[in-house]
């Protein structure tokens, strides 16, 4: 047997050498001399399973992390023994297993290359306090190699060199090193040589994870209870491992309606109602787009959650629905703690039927929270899910909210040290009964479960929005997220495009901050800087405390108010592009946002960037970080860009001053994109869309590009209403080409395309559409060239005789 002796004497227990080998179908177990079984599951040819048990049998295989919607199925699976090891062999992988250790080594199976590697491997500590043990992983990390992922951890993109905890918790005003903050995603992707895997150790309790921090080769995670239980995914690319980890733990399971992809404004409290139309209506007559309202607690009648405080909201019925006149969807906040009060009907329904959390010995969990002394439903129980989802009933369907945010969802406990419930707390566990210590991490996830489960039956037939504040790996499925109470300061705005990028290569996409910062306030030039960056951000929502004035476009001086109008109307137009991007997110589980290191692996110039990213395919964008700027340096990836604001072109792979005045910020099209994009709306659904523009940016050689339309709301599109237009695009030396391929039986309400050419190298002498030649009367003759063409067309060939000079 291998020891490590220091490891020992501080009580840590490793397993012995393999005695047993059985093979269950796609399942295979590995016994040692001192009972340890791994179980290794072949869920695809490039993911596999670990399971550890200590104690000769596994505990019921439950998680809420992963989904059942998962796909897996393998196309080899090999397995042989030689003396030193059992090696399993599928079409990607081979995985060696040390008969003497059982340490574990992964291999590309095409080249031979060492991808991941354990060191200790698994080890254990027995746990005298709670029982059960605490389940250790270490792994070999290279100098080189690269780490990624973690949710919402405030701190550099790459993660080596840091350790980190998960453990969903309230933080208000937290830092760049405050962790753990508000979510828990145990999982990160590791790049080396080229080649990225992902591990997901799927435990809900407290986890760890130390990349390289303590010993500067050794990766390592553990957690204080439950089993050593993790995913291993393989790319190599990183876009494959993330999209390989939101396959198994969820893709959303629709997409958003569009207006939840507008922009959204809040504050903690608009009311009474005649401050939410003053909000309301000074958008529509200063003409800036808006698609949500907020209604923080206050809303409420003395914070009891599903109650309405009359004399501030005397019919919300009426008003939600003259708000909706205007365009604007209502959405509401509903909080976990229930307020102890015998008068109030949730809480006496609560008690009655026994829906609310319990200590060990019996008595009721009790906490304060807005409304004073609270109970809190356990979500974890499939029941208590079944009647919170029913209390929405009013809510949506007779009120018409469209909207729910749950927030103090960690749970959130006030005046108590940790912030949260006791460890002792009793979960139900959907059947597999447990403490808090267990089902913490979960317990904003299943609330926002609960949340979505009501509002998908109380919209229908429109689609639900919800929006969480805790959240475990696979919350994405239900609800979009944000980031948390953050503060109105320069390094905040670092932290707001961090976290996005983070969450987006964690599966999470539709995330966002509280944009101009949550606690104190941000001067005009921080929130216009702010306003750039959150064009980007899939969900996009001015939010904050109100205790240091007003955070409204309009609430700084008039060069705010236009610049942030015109950036919101950016957004606005690119809608059919973030849509598209939705799509690919909800069907295959494309990130959003792309870090530079998930754009460009290979380049290693990407590896330790932070604020460059890329927004759906084709989009650069870096915000500006810092006061008083003209501009700032930025990384651009290699290939060819444009400037948006005047189509310069300019050839990435290096770090470039970009000029970005306030009133402008760094933006890029890669070459041969085609960006579809709608006219200005004030509100998703303002005006009946009749053409769509298409920006089409002339590269030589081959590009592809999409549009995904639907009916931007309702199920529709899950039946085959949808349209999908793939484009490519060949541009040649005197010639551009758009072919057209569509799919699907949806009618878009859009007519025709207007194509905008930028970068066209030749004056144009014919335009030919599926072999017509149209007139070029309409074409103008300098800068970008635009006509009007059938939205259906197949082949688009534009040609021309010189080279411009
Ligand atoms: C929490 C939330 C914040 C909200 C406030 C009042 O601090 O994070 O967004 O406004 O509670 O509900």
Request: glycine content about 8%.
């Amino acid at each position: 047997m291998i020891v490590n002796t220091e490891l020992e004497q501080k009580g840590n227990l490793f397993p012995s050498k393999i005695i047993g080998f059985e093979k269950d179908v796609d399942k295979l177990y590995f016994t040692t001399d001192n009972d340890v079984i791994l179980q290794l599951t072949v869920l695809r040819d490039s993911l596999l399973r670990f399971r550890y048990t200590t104690v000769g049998n596994f505990d019921n295989d439950f998680s809420y992390a992963i989904t059942k919607y998962a796909s897996i199925g393998y196309n080899r699976l090999k397995i042989d023994e030689n003396e030193d090891y059992f090696v399993v062999t599928t079409s990607k992988l081979r995985c060696d297993i040390s008969k003497e250790s059982l340490r574990v080594s992964i291999y590309d199976v095409k080249d031979n290359v060492l991808i991941n590697q354990d060191e200790i491997g698994f080890h254990w500590e027995e746990s005298y306090e709670f029982g059960g043990n605490i389940v250790k992983m270490s792994k070999v990390s290279n100098d080189g190699e690269s780490y990624y992922g973690l949710g919402d951890k405030p701190n550099h993109l790459n993660l080596k060199g840091k350790r980190y905890t998960n453990w969903v918790t309230d933080s208000y005003a937290y830092g760049k090193d405050t962790d753990p903050i508000y979510k828990a995603i145990p999982f990160y992707t590791g790049l080396h040589h080229g080649k990225a895997y992902g591990i997901f150790f799927d435990n809900s309790f407290r986890s760890s994870f130390d990349f390289a921090q303590e010993r500067r080769n050794v990766t390592s995670f553990w957690a204080q209870g439950g089993e050593m239980n993790y995913y291993f995914f393989y790319g190599p690319k990183m876009t494959d491992v993330v999209e390989s980890y939101t396959d198994l733990t969820g893709k959303p399971h629709h997409l958003p309606p569009m207006w939840a992809l507008g922009f959204h404004q809040c504050k903690w409290s608009y009311y009474p109602e005649s401050k939410v139309k003053e909000i309301t209506s000074t958008f529509r007559k200063l003409k800036i787009p808006c698609d949500a309202i907020y209604l923080d607690i206050d809303y409420m009648e003395g914070f009891r959650c599903f109650t309405w405080n009359k004399d501030y909201f005397p019919d919300p019925k009426r008003m939600v629905s003259e708000l909706k006149e205007q365009g604007f969807k209502t959405v509401a906040i509903i909080d976990p703690g229930i307020k102890i009060d015998k008068d109030y009907s949730v809480f006496k329904e609560g008690l009655e039927k026994d829906y609310f959390c319990k200590r060990a010995d019996g008595a009721y969990m009790k906490g304060k929270v807005w409304p004073g002394e609270c109970h809190f439903p356990d979500f974890t129980n499939a029941e208590v899910r079944e009647w919170w989802s029913g209390l929405f009933k009013e809510l949506i369907e007779e009120i018409g909210i469209k909207g729910v945010w749950n927030d103090m969802n960690e749970p959130a406990v006030m005046e108590v040290p940790n912030k949260t419930f006791p460890d002792d707390v009793r979960h139900d566990y959907d059947g597999n009964p447990c403490s808090h210590r267990k089902a913490h991490n979960i317990y904003g996830m299943q609330m926002a479960r609960a949340t979505y489960q009501g509002l998908k039956k109380y919209s229908y037939p429109k689609r639900p929005f919800v929006i969480t504040r805790a959240a475990y790996s696979g919350t994405q499925r239900y609800t979009s997220t944000w980031t948390g109470d953050n503060i109105a300061n320069w390094e905040h705005l670092w932290i707001a495009n961090i976290q996005a990028q983070r969450m987006s290569m964690s599966g999470f996409g539709f995330a966002g901050s509280d944009i101009g910062g949550f606690a104190e306030q941000p001067q005009g030039e921080l929130f216009t800087r702010w306003i750039q960056l959150g064009i980007f951000h899939p969900f996009f929502r001015v939010h904050s405390s109100g205790d240091h004035g007003d955070q409204e476009p309009w609430a700084f001086d008039e060069d705010v108010t236009d610049i942030v109008r015109k950036f919101i109307e950016i957004r606005y137009q690119l809608l059919p592009y973030l849509y598209t991007a939705f799509w690919n997110y909800v069907d295959h589980g494309t990130p959003l946002l792309k870090s530079l290191v998930l754009y460009d692996q290979d380049d290693v110039n990407t590896h330790y960037r932070t604020d460059e990213f890329v927004f759906g395919e084709q989009i650069l964008a870096c915000p500006v970080l810092e006061p008083n700027a003209k501009g700032r340096r930025m990384y651009i990836p290699k290939g060819r860009w444009y400037n948006f604001w005047d189509d310069e072109v300019v050839k990435g792979g290096k770090e470039m001053w970009i000029d970005a005045d306030i009133d402008s910020m760094p933006i890029f099209i890669k070459e041969g994109a085609i960006i579809p994009k709608f006219p200005i709306q004030q509100y998703v659904g303002e005006k009946e869309i009749k053409e769509v523009t298409l920006d089409v940016y002339y590269k030589k050689g081959k590009e592809e590009s999409e549009l995904f339309s639907d009916a931007n709301d309702g199920y529709d599109y899950t039946k085959g209403r949808y349209s999908l237009r793939n484009f490519t695009l060949t541009g040649r030396k005197n010639e551009l080409i758009i072919n057209q391929y569509k799919e699907g039986k949806f009618i878009t309400p859009y007519e025709t395309f207007k194509i905008q050419i930028h970068g066209l190298p030749f004056d144009i002498s014919e335009i030919q559409l599926d072999n017509e030649t149209i007139s070029l009367n309409h074409l103008k003759s300098n800068g970008t060239s635009s006509f009007v063409v059938d939205k259906n067309f197949s082949e688009l060939h534009i040609k021309g005789n010189q080279s411009k000079s």
